[in-house]
């Protein structure tokens, strides 16, 4: 099982606000003095970082975005039956992976906190100091298989975006979108994704039925 991380295991932010956190690394760039119009307007940190992907000092505002997702981590919220699900996956037999857009360390730091983090193990694949391999790349996803010896054909992904759907279709990974408001089940749908879950507490049961 592959599991995007925020929004689908926990809400990153909760504590520490996106757009805050997007406004510290447009600051960076103003000081640069190589911010751009539509950067500018953007509250999401990702954006931001993928907006300035291919330039000089990407790296530097990399380890800024990090410091800063490893600092909301310790304030991340669990998305309601995900520890929960996690542990019954594990109980049954089955792998679990983390695939992200957001910094490893971060991850790493919020699974440390739910005492999950052995679970998971090395199956932590998420940002790069290349923002240009954030998903819909499917690099993660490569890098997830490659690393705990899965075939594509064996895993679900459990993703919120259409960068995730799209980073699943491409390496032949069955997708399940979870969307806790409409809008974004409206938009996983539209590109294409079949089966979209409200709650995880539906798969949960599910699997502790089964």
Known sequence: MLFDFDGPLARLFAGHPAPHVARLLKDQLDEWG???????????????????????????????????????????????????????????????AVTTNNSPLAVARYLQGRQLAHLFGPHIHGRTHDP?????????????????????????????????YEAARQVGVTFLGYAHRPQKETRLRAAGASHVIRSLQDLYIALRDA
Do not use: W
């Open 132 to 164: 240009s391999l954030m998903k819909p790349h499917p690099h993660c996803l490569v890098s997830a298989l490659e690393s705990t010896g899965a075939y594509a054909a064996e895993c679900l992904m459990i993703g919120d975006s259409v960068g995730d």
């Open 34 to 96: 190589v911010m751009t119009p539509a950067l500018r307007g953007s509250e999401d940190p990702l954006e931001v970082i993928r907006g300035f992907a291919h330039r000089d000092r990407t790296s530097e505002l990399e380890k800024l975005l990090t410091e800063q997702e490893i600092h909301a981590a310790s304030m991340a919220t669990p998305t309601p039956y995900s520890d929960n699900l996690v542990r019954l996956l594990v109980a049954r037999g089955h792998q679990v």
